[in-house]
């Protein structure tokens, strides 16, 4: 049965831990509101990533494609016996990682013609990036599989995950939008929004109006941002777009749906100190090591102080197995080493810009 998110809020611990630790154990199903729900494994020695479904009178719409045909298939199935047995017209990558877009052939098999919705950027990236991507994807596998740190009771898991990696479709975007595209079906309305960059330069915010609910793929979920192909300024910039919306629930592209926008308030300090501090350091001319070894510590204090470090622990040690799970300080720690290169760049290119001819 589904678990309604807020009866369920009063046993936060028990939901995060009482769970078996097995591969084919099936998603946890949480009814957010009349229309939504969201669908999120159990913890895995893999990428774990939230999908939600939202639920039409004739058809349904699925936001994240999960992040291989294998995991993908278990999340259908579940669907199927939990959820509802209506098509599956629409499919949405919120950006174009391959833990929001790999697992897109499952959804294929189960609806054929299911439209695939996208940022025309994230269209762009799958079909110039996505092979590479996956090559990255099952690099860092293996190297959890195989290498000196992995762990004997996961390497099986990871090696059925390659495998799915390996056969998974890569399927592009058919449906692409730059700013907005609404969604009606008989009184349900379903907006797919871009806000701004952030997380990427084309993620998508899903917003069903009347339920109170906003999906937001990694612009905003329940693990610590990443920066890999983010602008740290557009990301704040669109949070504050994002917090002028009216909303009840948010369900993010990693963990548990959150009420209300505390996540969100939280992720704006986190990333308004992290930039601040970032930002102070390159202008002293600090090296990274220095600015990193300044920074972590006190980023560090913050996150502890206001509880959310521990929010955030939990929440990793409940979504992904020892092999994926690393340590909350490092992952700050790869926060403030993107940010920093980020911001370094652009100094050194200003100070780098020719000179103008006169
Ligand atoms: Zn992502």
């Known amino acids: ?46 990428v774990n990533s939230t999908s939600t479904v939202i639920v039409g009178s004739s058809y349904l719409v699925v936001v994240e494609a999960q992040p291989d045909r294998g995991q993908a298939r278990r999340l259908v199935q579940t669907l199927r016996a939990k959820v509802s047995k209506l098509p599956i017209r629409y499919l949405v990558y919120t950006h174009a990682h391959l833990d929001h877009v790999l697992g897109a052939g499952a959804f294929a098999e189960d609806s054929p013609g299911v439209s695939i919705i996208a940022h025309e950027w994230t269209r762009e990236r799958v079909l110039a990036n996505g092979e590479a991507d996956r090559k990255g994807m099952m690099d860092f ?7 000196p740190d992995a762990v004997a009771s996961e390497v099986s898991e990871l090696r059925q995950y390659l495998r799915d990696l390996e056969s998974s ?14 969604l009606h079906d008989a009184g349900l309305r379903v907006d797919i929004l871009s806000l701004g960059e952030g997380h990427t330069p084309g ?11 906003v999906v937001t793929g990694d612009l905003v979920h329940d693990l610590e941002p990443l920066f890999w192909d983010a602008d740290p300024d557009a990301w704040m910039a669109t949070l504050n777009r994002l917090e002028q919306l009216p909303f009840q629930s948010l369900i993010g592209g990693h963990g548990d749906p959150q009420p209300g926008k505390s996540v969100l308030h939280r992720w704006q300090a986190y990333l308004q100190s992290l930039t601040a501090l970032v930002k102070e350091q390159v202008a002293t001319g600090a090296d990274e090591r220095t600015a990193v070894a300044a920074i972590t510590p006190r980023l560090m204090a913050q996150l502890r102080g206001d509880g959310y470090a521990d929010r955030i622990q939990k929440s990793r040690d409940g979504l992904m197995m020892t092999s994926f799970i690393g340590d909350l300080e490092g992952a700050i720690r790869g926060n403030v080493e993107n940010v920093w290169r980020i911001y370094k760049a652009r100094d050194t290119s200003a100070g780098k810009a020719p000179v103008p001819r006169t």
């Open 1 to 46: 049965m589904p678990v309604n998110l807020y009866r369920c809020a009063g046993l936060w611990a028990l939901c995060l831990f009482a769970r078996p630790a097995h591969a084919e154990v099936d998603f946890r199903v949480t009814r957010v509101s009349p229309h939504v729900y969201a669908l999120r494994p159990e913890r895995l020695a893999r």
């Open 203 to 213: 993620d998508l915010v899903v917003r069903i109006p009347g339920d109170g609910v």
């Open 141 to 147: 596998v293996r190297q959890r599989a195989e290498g």
């Open 169 to 182: 479709p890569i399927l592009a975007p058919t449906l692409t939008l730059r700013d907005s595209l609404v």
